[in-house]
């Protein structure tokens, strides 16, 4: 929700301080500025994007009104990993094919369902267990394996926001086109009065502020928390490799799920105890 508070901050500072200084709000309502530079930014983003890439952008845009993965959240993904760790150890990888091969009626995965909604993460775990399973493969491979996987992921995942970021950079020059095509009207009006000319350059005037509004307080500020949010989801991938590397090395569960809790930001990683004590819970079950 902290990007409504800023957007509510925006709002409050530019057109509180315009009306502080004299200013009338509807002097800036200026329709025709706003189909002219709202329309030329969608229409190029049209043209330059894809659409997966245009559907991404609306559902990223969404989903950072949402939270995204907190403490307990990444404290889950380890004791999820730890459960089928521990069943591997107890009834051999051929133990874990209802778990990996049928995610969704998986008892241990119905338990976290955060993890469960997330299908990209869900894909990824399974599709590199059932790797780790075929037993066919060395863990430095299984590592690059992995890696592609995540940079491609990633790469995908950043792309809206790139996208987006494109509009940002074209705002302030459409809202030079809007002012431009307003001083060409303008221009029909030299022999009227000085208030009808005075109000014809405002209006156009209005088409640069639209711009520029738009886009340093909404569009950039809003293609960075995409971004952000991106890096988060990248963060919560690189645990679970970390992990998975581990267990295919041969350590043991808990073993493997401390070093990808070794590999979080501070600020969302569970401590030691915390981790041990959910495990501990998790084989009470």
Same mark, same amino acid.
């Given at each position: ?28 309502? %200026? ?11 969608? @229409? ?13 952008v ?6 950072v009104?949402?939270?995204? &993965?907190? =403490?307990?959240? !990444?404290?889950?993904l ?11 150890? =107890?009834? @051999? ?7 990996i ?8 995965? *119905?338990? &976290? ?10 894909? /990824? ?12 493969? %060395?863990?430095?491979?299984? #590592? ?8 491609k ?7 809206p ?7 940002a ?19 029909? &009006? ?8 005075g109000?014809?350059?405002a ?7 639209? @711009?520029? /509004? ?17 890096n988060?989801?990248? %963060? !919560?991938f690189?645990s ?8 295919? *090395? ?23 105890? #915390? ?8 084989? =009470? =079950?």
């Amino acid at each position: 929700m902290l990007i409504i508070l800023g957007a509510l901050i925006v709002v409050g500072s530019v057109f509180g301080g315009f009306m502080m200084h004299g200013g009338h709000l509807m002097a800036l309502w %200026q329709p025709s500025e706003v189909i002219i530079i709202c329309g030329a930014a969608l @229409g190029g983003m049209v043209t330059a994007t894809p659409l997966p890439t245009l559907k991404g952008v609306v559902q990223q845009a969404i989903g950072v009104l949402g939270s995204s &993965y907190n =403490r307990k959240d !990444y404290l889950d993904l380890l004791v999820m990993m730890y459960e089928i760790f521990n069943v591997a150890r =107890r009834d @051999g990888l051929v133990g874990l094919e209802n778990h990996i091969e049928h995610p969704k009626d998986s008892d241990i995965f *119905k338990r &976290y369902p955060k993890f469960l909604k997330n299908h990209h993460a869900v894909d /990824f775990f399974s599709d590199t267990m059932r790797v780790i399973i075929s037993g066919s493969v %060395q863990p430095h491979d299984l #590592e690059d394996l992995m890696d592609a996987d995540l940079e491609k992921h990633h790469h995908e995942q950043l792309e809206p926001a790139g996208k987006l970021s494109f509009v940002a950079d074209s705002l302030p020059g459409l809202g030079i086109v809007a002012a431009v095509l307003g001083i060409v009207i303008t221009m029909g &009006y030299v022999n009227e009065s000085p208030e009808v000319i005075g109000h014809k350059v405002a209006a156009a005037l209005c088409g640069t502020f639209l @711009g520029l /509004f738009l886009a340093y307080g909404f569009i950039s500020p809003l293609a960075s928390s995409m971004m952000a949010r991106v890096n988060a989801d990248a %963060q !919560y991938f690189a645990s679970m490799k970390h992990a998975l590397l581990s267990f295919h *090395k041969g350590v043991a569960g808990v073993i493997a799920v401390e070093f990808a809790r070794r590999s979080l930001a501070s600020d969302v990683r569970p401590t030691f105890i #915390e981790l041990e004590n959910a495990c501990n819970e998790a084989k =009470r =079950r």
